[in-house]
C-alpha cells in the first residue's frame, strides 16, 4: 500500500506541476503552443523513436501496441523531470532562460497472457512568453506617435489517458489509447501611447479546453532468428473539433472605457496525427529503430482575428513532418558487472514546423540526443532504473530568432514484482 501510495502523490504532485510552464519561446505565441516531446525517458536518449519498440520492463505509450508486451509480474511506474536553458538571438541580440518542469507519470502492468494496460499523465503543449516592442506610427501630420506593446501568454494542454494492448496472435499486437484532453491558453496584448490622448488598448484571446483523445497502434513482430527481430508499428490519432468557445476581448481605456468581445464557437480542432517507425533488435543487446510522423495541422481550425470579427478557419498551419532515429546498446543485461548492465543511447531528429510567423513558415527543428539508462540495484529489487539523457535541439529559420536549447531528461521506472505467487514445499 505504501509504494501505491507512493505512486498517487507523484502523479498529484505532477498534475500541479503541469500548470506552470515549460518554455519561455515567443513561438509558444502561435497555435496551442511549442508541442511537448513525446516519449519517456527511456527512449528520450534515442531522440524519441519508440513507435515500433515493445521493451517488456518500460511503458512505451508512444504505441499502446506494446503493453501486450509488458512483464506478467511487474507493476511499472515511470515519472521525469527535465531541466532546459536556451539562448535566443536575433540579430546580434541575445538572451538566455532557464527553465525546470515536471514532464510525465506512467504506469502499467499486465491484466492477462498477452494483454496489457497502462495510464498516465502528459504534457501536449507549453505556452509561456512575456516580451515588448515599440514602434511608431504616422499620425497623418509629419509626426509620429509611439506605441509600446507587451505580449503575454501562458497555459498549454495536456492529457490524461488510460490503454490497453493486446496480442491475439503471434507476433501481431493491437492497442488504443483514450485520453482527456484539458487546458487553458491565454494571450494578451497591453498597446500603450506616448501621446497621453491617444487610448491605449488590450487585447485578450482565451480558450478552455476540455475534450477526448483516441490514438490507435499496431504492431509486428517478425524473428529472423534467436536473436534478431524486426517490428514494424504503426499509429492514428483521431483529429476532430474539441467544441471549444475561444474568446477575443479588445479593451481601450482613455477619457471612455470601452470593451468589445468575440467568441469564436466551435472555432478549434486537433489535428489527425499518422506515424510509422520500424526497429531492429539484436538480443538484449541492440536496438536501432527509425520513426517517421506526419500532423495534418493545414486542417485543423483555428481563431483568426479579422478586426470585426473572430471565426476558426482552416489553413493558418502547415503539416508537421518529423523524423527520429536512436539506438540503444547494452553489453549484458544479466551481466555480473555493474557497468555491463548499462544502456547506452543515442538519436537524432529533424521536423518541419506547424506554425507561420506571418507570411513565412516558423522555424524547422534539428535534435540530437544521447542517455544512459542506469540499473538500480539494491537487496530486494535489481530492475529498477534510472534514466538520463541529454538533448541539443535548434529551431532555426532565416529572418527569425534562432533558438538553441540545452535539455537534461531525468527519469526512474519503478519496476518490482507484484504479481508472483509464493509457493511452499
Known sequence: MKKIFAALSIALLATTAFAQ??????????????????????????????????????????????????????????????????????GKVSKNAKNASFEYVVGGFRVAPNFGLAFGLLPVSNIGYQFTNTEYVDRGDASYTGVSNAYSGTGGLHEAFIGLGWSPVKGFSFGVN?????????????????????????KKRNCSIGSYKLDFGVQYQHELNDKDVITVGATY???????????????????????????????????????????YTHG????????????????????QDNGNSYVGKTGQFNDLHKVNAGLEYCQNTEGRSFFSRI???????????????????????????????????????????????????????????????????????????????????
Open 21 to 90: 510552464s515549460g518554455t519561455n519561446s515567443p513561438y509558444s505565441m502561435y497555435g496551442i503552443g511549442v508541442l511537448s516531446d513525446q516519449g519517456n525517458s527511456f527512449n528520450r536518449g534515442m531522440n524519441g523513436v519508440g513507435l515500433g519498440l515493445r521493451p517488456h520492463n518500460q511503458i512505451n505509450y508512444l504505441n499502446p501496441a506494446s503493453y501486450s508486451a509488458v512483464d506478467s509480474l511487474s507493476f511499472i511506474f515511470d515519472a521525469g523531470l527535465s531541466l532546459q536553458m536556451t539562448n535566443f538571438k536575433e
Open 178 to 202: 483514450g485520453g482527456y484532453l484539458w487546458g487553458e491558453m491565454e494571450h494578451i496584448i497591453n498597446s500603450t501611447y506616448t501621446d497621453s490622448s491617444a487610448k491605449s488598448l488590450k
Open 237 to 279: 490519432g483521431l483529429g476532430h473539433s474539441l467544441n471549444a468557445d475561444p474568446t477575443l476581448a479588445i479593451m481601450s481605456s482613455g477619457t471612455v472605457n470601452d470593451t468589445t468581445e468575440f467568441v469564436a464557437h466551435d472555432g478549434i480542432d486537433f489535428p489527425s496525427q499518422i506515424a510509422a517507425g520500424v526497429s
Open 284 to 303: 538484449t543487446k541492440w536496438t536501432v529503430g527509425v520513426d517517421y510522423t506526419l500532423q495534418q495541422w493545414a486542417d485543423a481550425k483555428f481563431p
Open 343 to 425: 544502456r547506452y543511447r543515442l538519436g537524432a531528429g529533424y521536423s518541419t514546423p506547424y506554425i507561420k510567423v506571418g507570411s513565412k513558415d516558423g522555424p524547422s527543428q534539428l535534435s540530437v540526443s544521447a542517455g544512459v539508462g542506469i540499473p538500480i540495484v539494491n537487496a530486494y529489487n535489481n530492475r529498477s532504473m534510472l534514466n538520463v539523457s541529454a538533448q541539443w535541439v535548434r529551431n532555426d529559420a532565416s529572418g527569425l530568432i534562432k533558438e538553441n536549447s540545452f535539455r537534461i531528461n531525468i527519469g526512474f521506472t519503478f519496476n518490482e514484482r507484484w504479481f508472483a505467487k509464493w509457493k511452499f514445499d
